[in-house]
């Protein structure tokens, strides 16, 4: 079988545009034997945690039915382990299911490049998860929920960097949301580690006060704080979302199995 192997790195996207270069490949795709399909590689450079430059290996193999079909996804690095690169497979994969019957690459391409630092994350969660459980210790504690309200951030880039360090080093996944001046935290995590992060958000200079001088959080308030039950999603990771309506905000607590935690706590914020 024939195989046309483009090596394409991430400046030369820039600069030609994906646009272009995806005509580039239907050209080729179309002038080859109809049986074949085309493989290409594409090299992403990603800026992952503490500014490391991480370099992904993605081939990909697109079917003669290409976009109707999967494309077969390949991923590896210098800078993962390969249960790493297997994660990054997985996860392009759940994302190319979303884009089935339409041309894929290049959104796949931008999301792992968001995305990667929050797969890595969990990756090394999980890991640390079956390391802790191998060596027996007790998990009657399972996982723990907690459900944060915040009244305002006025240094909101500073903030929202701090929580999202907080919540990578205690290995804490769920969402920090804004829906218009509301804005929640809800995190999903061992319960020693939930524990920590209140200390931490209650204890820590994390905004500044009107005359712009750093001062704890001293208006959050605990909505909820319980344990997660059978019937609610786990965060594969944590995101920062923003929400142009009540009803967004609403299905993404319906998506995770939360729509009571939402109904009790999120309406009387609008009062």
């Known amino acids: 079988m024939m195989h046309h192997m483009f090596s394409v790195f991430s400046s030369t996207c820039a600069a030609v545009g994906f646009a272009e270069l995806w005509r580039l490949i239907l050209r080729v795709c179309c002038s080859s034997e109809e049986t ?26 697109l079917p003669v039915n290409y976009p109707s079909i999967l ?3 390949s991923v590896s690095s210098d800078q993962l382990t390969r249960a790493q690169c297997m994660d990054v497979k997985d996860k392009l994969l759940e994302q190319a299911k979303k884009h089935l019957s339409e041309p894929m690459v290049h959104e796949l391409v931008l999301w792992i490049q968001q995305h990667l630092k929050y797969i890595i994350r969990q990756s090394a969660a999980v ?29 909101k ?39 920590e992060y209140l200390i931490l958000q209650k204890t820590s200079k994390v905004d500044v006060d009107s005359s712009g001088r750093k001062c704890k959080e001293k208006m959050i308030s605990i909505l909820c704080e319980t344990k997660v039950q059978s019937q609610h999603t786990r965060f ?6 923003d929400y142009s309506t ?8 319906e998506a995770a199995g939360l729509t009571t935690l939402f109904s009790e706590f999120v309406p009387p914020l609008l009062k």
Do not use: C
């Open 36 to 61: 074949h399909g085309i493989t290409f590689r594409i090299q992403v450079s990603v800026k992952e945690l503490l500014d490391t430059d991480v370099l992904l290996k993605l081939l990909f193999h």
């Open 71 to 73: 494309p077969d996804i």
């Open 127 to 155: 890991y640390s998860e079956k390391k802790t459980l191998s060596r027996g210790a007790s998990t009657e504690d399972g996982i723990w929920m907690l459900f944060l309200h915040l009244d305002h951030m006025r240094a």
């Open 157 to 195: 880039a500073k903030y929202v960097k701090t929580v999202e360090k907080w919540a990578s080093d205690l290995r804490l996944t769920g969402r920090l949301m804004f829906m218009g001046k509301i804005i929640l935290i809800l995190l999903q995590g061992d319960r020693s580690n939930i524990k």
């Open 236 to 241: 594969q990771m944590f995101e920062v979302k």
């Open 246 to 253: 009540l009803d967004e905000l609403q299905k993404e607590f």
